[in-house]
């Protein structure tokens, strides 16, 4: 019997159990992630600043995180008297939740044939039955406009963080924030623009699909190139690609755009009067929010999963693995960038977002544009 | 915008780069600052008063706590006073003078060090914070070879120096003073030419050559509004003179050029301390005077005329002749003043200090006002003001 894809209506328990693996799976992999990323952007920072970084919990301080963790949690949890409650409560998890669940949407590998058997091992009549199971918690065609849509929400969290917390730092660290993020979002959607006049979908599957075909196929006066060079979007839109890293990072507030949090201004913008775990929360969804962007940038412009050469022993390796290993370049690059550049100005940054980043953003999609028509 | 209302905010005395105990009274409009007010007196510990009740030696140690990232300078600056109302500026000894020079020049570079590591965590460039304090330590070290205290260093007397060099130290200081340029030109890499840091400081903080001679702006902050003033050349003290050094002069009045101007100075001061090591020659250390300086150990324990101006100076003190006198130096902040008033008795009668970073201060409101949130804290890092010395 050929394999079928799996889903909810060719067979619910196997969807409902394969789910929950994955889901499993991601969360642990991306919640491993963002607490190691504390730790190696202290030690990357601190080997940069000529000192150690963590080294007394574990091993070089392989325990720092655990315990950082355990001590928020253990802290007491402040909430201000003349805040408001409920919104105050509201805000870190708005945060974090849609950071979390845009890594559904990311692909991480090639589709898997799985036998019926090894999903449900206890029930009867799957003999020879085995289904498609696709590397990715859902398999949305409109991938990236849900990552739009779920980068635009976690702003509500940064204003009502905030607002809520009523104290002029916060309130003046929400407003940046706000202001940043979504003057942002719209340079980073219009970068992604000119990807999708490329691969004519929007489906984050499609296009890893489209970035793994070699290079040289693309256009006539690329056939000298070598079959293994993949059709990564770095090549064709450098542009979009720079463009898109620079607005991804002003919009997850990391330097050289961490106004929002500029401590020496804001004392520490709109977390100032969070404490224990609600802080630990704001925390996780900025980290949480590195690998999404790092994540989203790979599998948008560096092949996502593909890797790096078309050559069989490279295509062996795992696609999990390929995308981790351009996830960490993407995080180390943030965090390098953290260690070496100041911050800009609060107008300075609105000047680059709206004069700068979006005309450029706005002429690459009209080049994009008319190269694709004399292509064809 | 009909309607115009301003959010005032506190900022300080406990916020992260108000270096200090500083606070301001902002009035925002937006993030825009519409009015600065600064607080001060929150580290006021009554060093002038305090002084009156001292002789003039046990005032010393309460200079290293003016400005705490340069005691070296304040320590001068007041011995150099006393000495003046004594009319003894002339008999400190030629190794005295060239040690002083030197060590001055060593604090100069320690207080640029915080004030640029400061500056540049203010303004989000925090590798430099880690890079200047390492280099700062380095000082520190021979701050504590010399004088036994790594902050408080209380090392110069009335008529000379507490104690001689200790051996070898010399090494430790040239090493120092020629690595430095290379250290600074690190720095230099770092920000100069990042263009985000030239956005953030080039026209930022603007000041005028004549609203800094009308505040009284001293030091690197007006030197580069482009006034030409440097009291170790147009006023020597202990032979400032005899070296040969550029006074750092820039006019672009702005944030950016207080930032190479004090860059710059710190390699002069590497040069200046590299000519002291050479006319460095072995001397007395103290000046001849008796009813002033205290006799060495030997003297007290095997002569009749040392016992008796040991006990007398450290009973009673010296007793300066009626007068007064002011005696400012050039110290890293700008011009550090002390005004001594004798009616003859061992204690001062008043002493007023003129602290650069009081007078400073005072350009801030003009500086930030009309400007941007961020800048204010880029302004105060660039005027390079430390409360201990605003406060007393």
């Known amino acids: 019997m050929d394999p079928v894809l799996l889903s909810f209506s060719s067979d619910p328990a196997a969807f409902l159990v394969v789910m ?6 991601v969360f642990t992999v991306l919640m491993l992630i963002v607490a190691y990323a504390t730790w190696c952007e202290r030690k990357v920072i601190g080997h940069m ?9 574990g091993w070089h301080g392989l325990l720092q995180p655990i315990a950082d963790g355990i001590k ?19 805000a870190p998890i708005m945060i974090l939740v849609p950071a979390l669940i845009t890594a559904a949407v990311i692909p991480f590998g090639a589709d898997l044939t799985i036998p019926a058997k090894f999903i449900l091992p206890f029930s009867s009549g ?9 590397q990715q918690i859902s398999e949305l065609n409109i991938g990236i406009l849900f990552v739009l849509a779920m980068a635009g929400l976690g702003v509500y969290g940064i204003v009502l963080a905030g607002w809520a917390s009523n104290s002029k730092y916060s309130l003046l660290g929400g407003l940046r924030s706000s202001a940043q993020v979504i003057s942002y979002e719209l340079a980073a959607g219009l970068t992604l623009v000119a990807v999708f006049m490329l691969s004519e979908s929007l489906s984050l599957r499609d296009i890893v699909a489209l970035q793994m075909q070699p290079l040289n196929g693309v256009a006539g006066f690329l056939s000298f190139l070598p079959d293994w060079v993949p059709n990564w979007y770095v090549f064709s839109q450098p542009v979009a690609f720079v463009l898109f890293v620079i607005c991804g990072m002003a919009e997850i507030n990391r330097t050289p755009f961490d106004l929002p949090e500029a401590e020496t201004e804001l004392v520490s ?5 969070y404490s224990s775990m609600k802080y630990a929360m704001f925390f996780m969804a900025e980290y949480a929010n590195m690998v999404i962007i790092a994540a989203i940038a790979a599998t948008l412009f560096l092949g996502g999963w593909g890797a790096p050469m078309n050559i069989a022993i490279f295509q062996a390796v795992p696609g999990a693995v390929w995308l981790l290993l351009k996830i960490f370049t993407f995080m180390f690059f943030f965090i390098w960038l953290r260690a070496t550049w100041p911050r800009v100005r609060y107008d300075q940054l609105m000047f680059l977002g709206w004069k700068v980043f979006l005309p450029l953003a706005l002429a690459n999609i009209i080049v994009t544009g008319l190269v694709v028509v004399l292509l064809q | 915008m009909a309607n115009k209302e301003t959010m005032t905010v506190n900022m300080g005395p406990q916020h992260p780069s108000t270096h200090g105990v500083l606070q301001l009274i902002l009035e925002l409009d937006g993030e825009t600052v519409v009015k600065a007010t600064p607080h001060i007196g929150f580290l006021h510990r009554g060093v002038e008063k305090l002084s009156e009740h001292r002789t003039y030696h046990q005032t010393i140690p309460l200079t290293d706590r003016l400005d705490y990232l340069a005691p070296m300078s304040n320590n001068l600056g007041y011995v150099l006073a006393v000495e003046k109302l004594l009319g003894i500026t002339d008999k400190i000894p030629a190794r005295a003078n060239t040690i002083r020079v030197m060590l001055a020049e060593l604090t100069r570079l320690k207080s640029h060090l915080v004030w640029l590591a400061t500056h540049a965590l203010d303004i ?5 914070f880690l890079y200047c304090f390492r280099e700062r330590e380095e000082i520190i070290d021979i701050y504590e070879k010399i004088s036994g205290a790594r902050m408080t260093s209380n090392y110069f007397r009335v008529g000379g120096l507490s104690a001689d060099l200790p051996a070898g130290i010399t090494e430790d200081i040239r090493a120092f003073a020629s690595k430095m340029p290379g250290l600074v030109d690190t720095y230099e890499g770092l920000l100069t030419g990042n263009k985000i840091w030239q956005k953030r400081t080039i026209g930022v903080g603007k000041i005028s050559a004549e609203d800094a001679i009308d505040i009284g702006l001293t030091g690197p902050a007006l030197r580069c509004s482009g006034v030409d003033w440097d009291l170790r050349r147009d006023n020597p003290y202990s032979g400032y003179e005899d070296y040969d050094f550029k006074v750092i002069v820039r006019d672009d009045c702005d944030t950016f050029g207080r930032y190479k101007a004090r860059l710059d100075e710190m390699r002069e001061s590497c040069k200046i301390i590299l000519q002291a090591l050479d006319k460095l020659k072995p001397g007395p250390i103290l000046a001849d005077c008796p009813k002033v300086c205290l006799p060495p150990k030997q003297d007290v324990v095997n002569t009749i005329e040392g016992l008796i101006h040991q006990f007398k100076i450290i009973t009673e003190g010296f007793k300066p002749e009626v007068g007064e006198v002011y005696q400012g130096i050039e110290a890293p902040k700008g011009e550090l003043g002390y005004y001594l008033v004798s009616d003859g008795s061992p204690q001062p009668f008043r002493m007023k200090i003129r602290p ?28 390079d003001i430390v409360l201990g010395e605003i406060d007393r």
């Open chain 1, 20 to 25: 929950v693996a994955k889901i499993l799976v």
């Open chain 1, 49 to 57: 600043q000529t000192r150690l970084g963590p080294m007394e919990t």
């Open chain 1, 72 to 90: 928020l949690f253990f802290k007491e949890d402040i909430i201000p008297a003349e805040a408001s409650k409920i919104p105050f409560i509201l």
């Open chain 1, 126 to 134: 799957l003999e020879g039955v085995s289904y498609i199971v696709p």
């Open chain 1, 269 to 273: 913008g709109f977390c100032t009067e």
């Open chain 2, 124 to 128: 989000g460039a925090m590798t430099v």
């Open chain 2, 356 to 383: 650069p970073s009081f007078v400073n201060l005072q350009a801030l409101p003009q500086m930030v006002e009309g400007s941007l949130l961020a800048d204010v804290i880029a302004t105060i890092g660039t005027l």
